[in-house]
C-alpha cells in the first residue's frame, strides 16, 4: 500500500510539473505580449485553493491530469456558438463572418489585451511557447541525468553467441556508427532500432581499432524479448568530462525524439496494439509504479534518475504530440494561423470554433477509450 502510495505521488509530480512546463509556456509569453491571462490552473475538475493576483486567476484543481492557460476574448468565440445548432455554424448562418474578420482588423488597431485582437504573430509565439516549453524543460532534465548517470556508448561489449552480429562478423569492442543509414549516438538508439525493424538486411557500420568497417546481418526475433535483436549486449559506459555533458545531453534528447516520432509511425502504420496504449492511469501504474518498484532497493539517486527519465520522456512526448496538426491541439491552432498568414485576414471565427469543438468531442472519445483500456490492462 505504501509502495502504492509512494509511486502515485511520483506520477503526480511528474506530471505535474511537466504540465505546469506548457502552460507556463503559453502564460509567459503571452503576458509578454501584452495578452490578458484569464485563469491559469494545474488539474481538472472541483477547485482546491484559488487565488487572484494581476487580474488572472490562478487554480489548483482536485485531478492532476492536466491544466490550461484560459486567454480572454475565448470565450466570447464559444458563446458565439453556444446553444446553435451544428450544421447552421457549418454552413456559415451564425453571425456574419465577413463582418467579424472586419471587426477584427479594424480591433487589431487598439489592441486591449484580448487574444482575437492580438496580432497574428503574437498568438502564433503564444500558441508555439508550450511545446518549445516542453522541449526547453527536456533539455533541463537530460542535462542533470547525464551528470548523474554514467550513459552507455554504442559499443558491443559482448557478441551473443548464434546471434546475427555474430554471423556477420562483428566483434566484441565494435562500436556501431549507423544502421542502414540512421546515426547510432548512444546504445539505446540500437534497442529503439530493434523495436521499430520490421523487416529486411541491415546495413552496419562500424569502428574497429580506429577503423571503419561495413557489413550487412539480418537481425533475429526473440521470443523472451518479445522483438527483433542484432546480437550484441553492452557494459561500456561514458565518464562525462568537459563538453561530454553537453554532448550527451544532445544525444538523450536525441533518442527520446527519435523515439517519439518512431511510435507515431507504428501507430500510423497499426503496428501497436491498443494494449500497448497507456493513458494516465496506465503511466502511473506500469510506469511510474514498475519502474519504482524495481529501483528503490537501489537507493533513492537510483529511484531519482529513473523518474526523470520518465519526466523527459513525457514532456518530449507532449511536446511533439501538440504540435500535431489536429484540431484542439497547439498544432491546430497553428494551422489556423498559418491559413491567417498566407490569406491575409483570419479565418472566420465560427469556423475555427466549430473545427476546434469537434476536435474536443475526438478527444472526450479518445480519453475515455484510454482510461478504460488502462483499466483492462491493470486489472484483467
Known amino acids: 500500500m505504501l509502495n502504492t502510495l509512494i509511486s502515485i505521488l511520483w506520477f503526480i509530480l511528474i506530471f505535474s510539473v511537466v504540465v505546469i512546463s ?3 509556456g503559453h502564460y509567459i509569453i503571452a503576458r509578454a505580449n501584452g495578452i490578458h491571462v484569464v485563469e491559469f490552473f494545474i488539474g481538472f475538475g472541483p477547485t482546491l485553493i484559488h487565488w ?19 486567454f480572454e476574448g475565448l470565450d466570447d468565440v464559444e458563446d458565439t456558438i453556444k446553444g446553435k445548432n451544428i450544421a447552421d455554424v457549418a454552413r456559415g448562418e451564425v453571425g456574419d463572418s465577413e463582418n467579424t474578420e472586419e471587426a477584427t482588423a479594424e480591433k487589431s ?15 502564433l509565439a503564444v500558441t508555439i511557447a508550450g511545446p518549445v516549453f516542453n522541449i526547453i524543460l527536456g533539455f533541463i532534465i537530460a542535462f542533470i541525468m547525464v551528470n548523474l548517470i554514467a550513459v552507455r556508448d554504442p559499443i558491443a561489449t559482448e557478441i551473443i553467441p548464434g546471434g546475427a552480429a555474430e554471423a556477420a562478423g562483428l566483434q566484441a569492442g565494435d562500436r556501431i556508427i549507423s544502421l542502414n543509414g540512421q546515426r547510432i549516438c548512444l546504445y539505446e538508439d540500437i534497442v529503439l532500432f530493434n523495436v521499430v525493424y520490421h523487416g529486411g538486411d ?47 545531453t544532445w544525444y538523450e534528447m536525441r533518442y527520446n525524439f527519435k523515439m517519439t516520432y518512431s511510435s507515431l509511425f507504428m501507430l500510423v502504420r497499426g503496428r501497436v496494439k491498443t494494449t500497448d496504449v497507456s493513458g494516465p492511469v496506465g503511466i502511473a501504474v506500469n510506469v511510474v509504479g514498475k519502474t519504482y ?38 498544432g ?11 490569406r491575409g485576414k483570419p479565418v472566420p471565427r465560427d469556423k475555427e470554433a466549430l473545427v476546434n ?15 478504460f483500456n488502462d483499466i483492462r490492462n491493470i486489472f484483467f
Open 109 to 123: 488597431n487598439d489592441f486591449g489585451g484580448s487574444f482575437l485582437d492580438a496580432s497574428v504573430w503574437k498568438r
Open 357 to 371: 469543438f469537434i476536435g474536443v468531442i475526438f478527444f472526450i472519445i479518445l480519453i475515455i477509450f484510454v482510461f
Open 52 to 70: 487572484t493576483k494581476g487580474g488572472t486567476k490562478y487554480s489548483i484543481k482536485l485531478l492532476p491530469l492536466g491544466g490550461a492557460c484560459v
Open 202 to 248: 541491415v546495413n552496419v557500420v562500424y569502428e574497429r581499432d580506429g577503423v571503419k568497417g561495413k557489413t550487412t546481418l539480418t537481425p533475429l526475433y526473440n521470443e523472451q524479448e518479445g522483438r527483433y535483436m542484432i546480437g550484441i549486449a553492452n557494459a561500456s559506459f561514458v565518464e562525462m568530462k568537459g563538453l561530454d555533458a553537453f554532448k550527451y
Open 332 to 342: 491546430g491552432r497553428l494551422i489556423f494561423l498559418l491559413i491567417e498568414i498566407i
Open 22 to 24: 506548457h502552460e507556463f
Open 293 to 330: 518498484e524495481a529501483t528503490k532497493d537501489y537507493g533513492f539517486a537510483t529511484v531519482v534518475v529513473n523518474m526523470l527519465n520518465i519526466a523527459l520522456m513525457l514532456t518530449v512526448n507532449l511536446g511533439i504530440l501538440n504540435l500535431l496538426p489536429i484540431p484542439a491541439l497547439d
